[in-house]
């Protein structure tokens, strides 16, 4: 297994996408304290804001950090299809099931560790401009910020079982946008439409629309005026990881019976 | 040495490989030769686990997806160009060195050996079909394998890249290891090869050594020079043998042997200026032992028409043609 995992962190840091996707994460998550540093420098930091700034907008729905690490999941199986790389990653490791876990494990890794510096980083920006953080390791923030790192990381698996299932890169970028943007949208859009009622205990099964309950801070009505019914955070998170879970699984049966 | 035992692959109503068997030995390059679409590449891929299909094939005793490390026994080059256009050839076989305990100096070291020393940091989408087969050896060398598997590997190789490779395998072999190697190049295959696996629509037509190859699928003639020719062909014929005409008058001789054809010029009291015989090449043998076992079979040009495209026409052949 130490083999695999070599060789897994080998492949992710000899690819230049790697570290383009990251920066770009961490910067277009850090603008979001930076422009509420500016837009709202003077004022009083309330706990949905130090969460929201923390994870660079993610709570408020634009996980940027999530995007580009699921995006980062999607190549680690989808390029070896793409570029034709996986006949010599499968003769240099032949075990297949050994492969997925190790890329499964170092891929996890790196997303928990750059969501951890892009809050370190979103922090910093928040303390420049507030000079403090009050609650910042205190109920309701921190399970909120907790929840973020769950939800990055599950949104990256998500991506990663995508590329391994659909053998490429496009088809599973299309779904990873499609899906928490237009698809679930337009579901919880429909639920308004009285005729259509029956889809409102339909929308806390959303997978996306149910992970990012993770990083909510206090009630999970998300707002939106329609009793949906939702899980608590952590039921909410189960229902996002079920997903992840039930994608990868099926990917990996696949990945085990498919030819290369 | 390889053991291979009952490889079958099934593409839903198609038989790509049916039921192979066959050993290669330590010690020889041994050629796999087939027309397009034989199974050649899908025999590989079904040795190695890439495929799914039946039968079981052995590396010195071991299937390979039972291998730890495998590179360290087993070197492979399937496709020209399976390399991330953005990592530099030096970073893709470290990567893949990572996964067999292989240091970076062997990276450096292989490198050298195929001639990409100074080009070892660049980005392979840059390098040409030669220089991509070139980096799929040093793949395959990674690892100072005893036995090597190599699908085309003088793809886009030019001359000196040919005579490279035919060397470079050839000393492989010469050091005791398995070089099992497809190629195209039948002229390559004379010079390189010992022993040979031909298959045709996925199904064993020989499995020996060139020489038998040769001898099995052709018939050798013999060529004949004398000022008393045509006087000597009716003998000939008179004594069993098929004549042809050669195109320098040249008569060549069919079913009989040159000791019987010079006894009977010296029973005959004929002056002959030439008495030689001539082998089939190679070639010659591939063509008249897989003629029936083409799958994609070619129009063929018509002599004396200006348009080229015109100038093609169905072959003539049976076989696969009408299936494929």
Redesign the interface.
């Known amino acids: 297994m130490l ?2 995992l ?2 897994e ?3 992710l840091t ?4 790697t570290y383009w996707l990251i920066g770009i994460g961490l910067l277009c998550a850090a603008a979001i304290p930076v422009i509420l540093g500016f837009a709202a420098g003077d004022e009083t930091l309330f706990p949905e804001i130090i969460a929201v700034a923390i994870n660079g907008g993610a709570s408020f729905g634009i996980p940027f950090l999530a995007v580009f690490m699921a995006v980062i999941g999607i190549f680690a199986t989808g ?1 070896e299809y793409r ?13 297949r099931s050994r492969l997925i876990l190790a890329k499964i494990l170092v891929v996890s890794a790196a997303t928990v560790a750059v969501t951890f510096v892009s809050m370190a980083v979103n922090a910093g920006v928040l303390m420049i401009f507030f000079g403090e953080i009050p609650g910042l390791f205190d109920d309701p923030v921190r399970p909120a910020l907790v929840g973020y790192v769950v939800y990055a990381l599950i949104y990256t698996l998500t991506g990663l079982g995508l590329g391994l299932l659909f053998r490429g890169v496009p088809s599973a970028l299309v779904v990873i946008f499609l899906a928490p943007l237009i698809i679930e949208n337009v579901i919880v859009g429909l639920t308004m439409v009285p005729a259509l009622d029956w889809l409102v205990p339909v929308v806390k099964f959303l997978p996306f629309t149910a992970g990012s309950l993770l990083m909510t801070v206090g009630s999970t009505d998300m707002g939106m005026g329609t009793d949906f019914g939702f899980f608590d955070r952590w039921g909410s998170g189960g229902v996002f990881a079920a997903f992840a879970a039930l994608i990868v699984s099926a990917a990996w049966i696949l990945f085990k ?4 | 040495m390889i053991t291979a035992k009952g490889l079958y692959k099934r593409y839903r109503k198609t038989v790509a490989v049916d039921h192979l068997s066959f050993d290669v030995r330590p010690g020889v390059v041994t050629g796999f030769l087939g027309p397009n679409g034989s199974g050649k590449s899908t025999t590989m ?1 079904l040795m ?5 299909g039946e039968g079981q094939t052995l590396f010195d005793g071991e299937a ?2 039972d ?1 730890r ?3 360290n026994k ?1 070197g ?1 080059l ?2 020209a ?8 050839a030096r ?2 076989l ?3 060195a ?4 292989i240091g970076d100096e062997r990276v450096d070291e292989v490198m050298d050996l195929v001639g990409l020393g100074s080009v070892k940091r660049k980005k392979p989408k840059g390098y040409s079909l030669g220089m991509a087969q070139r980096l799929g050896l040093a ?1 395959a060398l990674l690892g100072d394998p005893g036995i090597l598997l190599l699908d085309e590997p003088t793809n886009g190789l030019d001359p000196h890249g040919i005579h490279w490779m035919r060397d470079m395998l050839k000393h492989l072999a010469s050091e005791g290891r398995t070089i099992f190697v497809s190629s195209h190049l039948l002229s390559e295959m004379q010079l390189m090869a010992d022993e040979l696996v031909v298959i045709g629509r996925g199904t064993m037509i020989f499995n020996g050594d060139v020489d038998q190859f040769v001898r099995e699928f052709t018939q050798s003639t013999v060529i004949v020079r004398s000022p008393s020719a045509a006087g000597f062909a009716s003998a000939l014929e008179g004594a069993g043998a098929v004549v042809a005409k050669g195109a320098d008058g040249e008569l060549v001789v069919s079913g009989m042997e040159i000791g019987a054809v010079g006894h009977l010029a010296f029973t005959a009291n004929v002056e002959l200026s030439e008495l030689s015989t001539r082998s089939a090449s190679l070639e010659e043998a591939f063509m008249s032992a897989t003629g029936a076992s083409e799958e994609f079979i070619a129009a063929e040009p018509l002599a004396g028409n200006a348009d080229p495209a015109a100038a093609l026409t169905p072959a003539s052949k049976t076989g696969g043609a009408d299936n494929a």
Do not use: C
């Open positions: 083999d695999a070599r060789y962190w080998t492949r000899t690819l230049r996408s390029h570029h034709g790389t996986i006949q010599p990653t499968l003769t240099a490791l032949p075990q019976k498919r030819d290369a | 891929r190695l686990g890439l495929d799914h390979f997806t291998i490390r495998p590179m087993v492979t399937l496709e160009k399976p390399f991330h256009p953005t990592r530099s970073n893709h470290r990567m893949l990572s996964a067999n305990g793949q």
